[in-house]
T-cell receptor, first 110, second 113 residues
Framework: GQQVMQIPQYQHVQEGEDFTTYCNSS?????IQWYKQRPGGHPVFLIQ?????EVKKQKRLTFQFGEAKKNSSLHITATQTTDVGTYFC??????????FGAGTTVTVRA | GAVVSQHPSWVICKSGTSVKIECRSL??????MFWYRQFPKQSLMLMAT?????????EQGVEKDKFLINHASLTLSTLTVTSAHPEDSSFYIC?????????FGNGTRLTVT
């Protein structure tokens, strides 16, 4: 499958601050998806990006797909305690297999 | 929305025994289901693709004789961990395809003692 590198592995954020997690691939991706996994839970789908340069927003979350379709980012503004969890990017292949990045585990200090 | 049910949620078994995990698509038919494994503080790794009515396809490094997959109907895939050992302790998650994206089950936490 397609390999995606995700950084940082850990992000410790002050409540109210912003942060970004990045996902990179050496090959062009047809599709990138983002998931959130709460501690002890299963991955929950957040968004899917398909088009070059695409930007999508979900309230305080902004997702971007690079122009070359080799990288993606998730930016969260005004972090809240409900944002705690691990955020994964995942590249989807043509046969619908997902290759997950290593994930960014977010903790929030009040 | 599409719902995938996975059972059991957690299981503890003794080394050498076998454990069966079920993955059901509750309100849709899924010709393809995927099985992932997640070790503590690690990412999800695809183990195998379960195809209804045919043999599963396994990812490199996954022992097909140890992780038996059966997809006998359009709504049920099962993963059997045979002769489980402590190193098989992990979080096993299934997902079913209904278009895109995939829909994940709640996962099964397996602990082998």
């Amino acid at each position: 499958g397609q390999q995606v590198m995700q950084i940082p592995q850990y992000q410790h954020v002050q409540e109210g601050e912003d942060f970004t997690t990045y996902c990179n691939s050496s090959t062009t991706l047809s599709n990138i998806q983002w998931y959130k996994q709460r501690p002890g839970g299963h991955p929950v789908f957040l968004i899917q990006l398909v088009k070059s340069g695409e930007v999508k927003k979900q309230k305080r979350l902004t997702f971007q797909f690079g122009e070359a379709k080799k990288n993606s980012s998730l930016h969260i503004t005004a972090t809240q305690t409900t944002d705690v969890g691990t955020y994964f990017c995942a590249a989807r292949s043509n046969d619908y297999k997902l290759s997950f990045g290593a994930g960014t585990t977010v903790t929030v200090r009040a | 929305g599409a719902v995938v049910s996975q059972h059991p949620s957690w299981v503890i078994c003794k080394s050498g025994t076998s454990v069966k995990i079920e993955c059901r698509s509750l309100d849709f038919q899924a010709t393809t289901m995927f099985w992932y494994r997640q070790f503590p503080k690690q990412s999800l790794m695809l183990m195998a693709t379960s195809n209804e009515g045919s043999k599963a396809t396994y990812e490199q490094g996954v022992e097909k004789d140890k992780f038996l997959i059966n997809h006998a109907s359009l709504t049920l895939s099962t993963l059997t961990v045979t002769s489980a050992h402590p190193e098989d302790s992990s979080f096993y998650i299934c997902s079913a395809r209904l278009g895109s994206p995939l829909h994940f089950g709640n996962g099964t936490r397996l602990t082998v003692t």
